[in-house]
């Protein structure tokens, strides 16, 4: 049974960092293309992929804030945040893309 467990969700004010880690257990790590996205009402919107060869893209106003990368060692996958602003609030998930799993969610919220 594939498991996703994000961490590292929180408060933090404009102009800050954070550093989403999604843990995955079960199934063949390195072979995923994955995912991550937020939502803020109702949909979620991808905001970066990185196939298992770790090719990445973006959406495209979030590229050069945001960077997605994984460690198929340790089966995790990771999304840098910098320069954050108040409309990068939202819960982010992350997600295997082919199986359409997805974990429980991390809340960030930017504020002063």
């Known amino acids: 049974q594939v498991q996703l467990v994000e961490s590292g969700g929180g408060l933090v004010p404009p102009g800050g960092s954070l550093r989403l880690s999604c843990a995955v257990s079960g199934g063949t790590f390195s072979l995923y293309t994955l995912a991550w996205y937020r939502q803020t009402t109702g949909k979620r919107n991808v905001v970066a992929r990185i196939?298992?060869?770790?090719?990445?893209e973006y959406e495209d106003s979030l590229q050069g804030r945001f960077t997605i990368s994984r460690d198929n060692v340790k089966n995790m996958l990771y999304l840098q945040m910098d320069n954050l602003t108040p409309e990068d609030t939202a819960v982010y998930f992350c997600?295997?893309?082919?199986?359409?799993?997805w974990g429980q969610g991390t809340q960030v919220t930017v504020s002063a």
């Open positions: 997600k295997i893309e082919f199986y359409g799993l």
């Open positions: 196939a298992s060869g770790g090719e990445t």
